[in-house]
């Protein structure tokens, strides 16, 4: 069974400064892997998806991944935070033999100090 | 406007009672899929249907039951209701190859 673990619960960032958050994903064969964010009171809004290829994708907003087979790893950065980033992200990993279904992670609480 | 509609945005409703709540579908979309997301628990699946069949179930509770109609949009049934099924509850779609959720606003289910 596929499982994702995001290890940082909160991040705190001030504007304008870097942010990375982490995304573990354990999975048996090649996955496929999403960030989504989540603003307050909003759905979930796909921020960049890796399937296969170059590992480091672009996103929407800014945004980049960088998928690691050797760590598990595909974690999110942006090189300077504005205040607007301010919000939850989910990592999520699936496989298409599984229906397309997407296990997330338990999210990353986002915030910016001015 | 992501393009998938849920409706109602809000429910409030008492223990022991049923909902509906309804997802249409973006357009071209066979899929949908439910999750609930709630503090504990996070975001999880729910069920999954495509083109009018069920394809995938996750955590759904038996007094939990969807379908998917024949013009694609879904309905999550939730009976006998109690406080802990409070929670928000999200419809997404994808179509066949584009791999990757259009998640709907979603539906927040107060129980009382």
């Not at chain 1, 796909?46 to 170059?54: I, P, Q």
């Not at chain 1, 033999?97 to 997330?104: E, M, P």
């Not at chain 2, 996070?42 to 083109?51: D, S, V």
Request: proline letters at 4%; a neutral charge.
């Amino acid at each position: 069974a596929q499982s994702v673990t995001q290890p940082d619960i909160h991040i705190t960032v001030s504007e304008g400064a870097s942010l990375e958050l982490r995304c573990n994903y354990s999975y048996g064969a090649t996955p496929y892997l999403f960030w989504y964010v989540q603003s307050p009171g909003q759905g979930l809004q796909l921020l960049l998806k890796y399937f296969s290829g170059d590992t480091l994708v672009q996103g929407i907003k800014g945004f980049e991944a960088e998928f690691k087979r050797s760590q598990s790893s595909f974690n999110l950065r942006k090189p300077s935070v504005h205040w607007s980033d301010a919000a939850e992200y989910f990592c999520a990993v699936g496989a298409r033999a599984a229906g397309n279904k997407l296990t997330f992670g338990g999210g990353t609480r986002v915030l910016v100090k001015p | 406007d992501s393009g998938v509609t849920q409706t109602p945005k809000h429910l409030i409703t008492a223990t022991g009672q049923r909902v509906t709540l309804r997802c249409s579908p973006r357009s071209g979309d066979l899929s949908v899929y439910w999750y609930q997301q709630s503090l504990d628990q996070g975001l999880q699946f729910l069920i999954q249907y495509y083109n009018g069949e069920e394809r995938a179930k996750g955590n759904i509770l038996e007094r939990f039951s969807a379908q998917q109609f024949p013009d694609l949009h879904s309905e999550l049934n939730l009976s006998s209701l109690e406080l802990g099924d409070s929670a928000l509850y999200f419809c997404a779609s994808s179509d066949r190859d584009n791999y990757g959720y259009t998640f709907g606003s979603g539906t927040r289910l107060t129980v009382v």
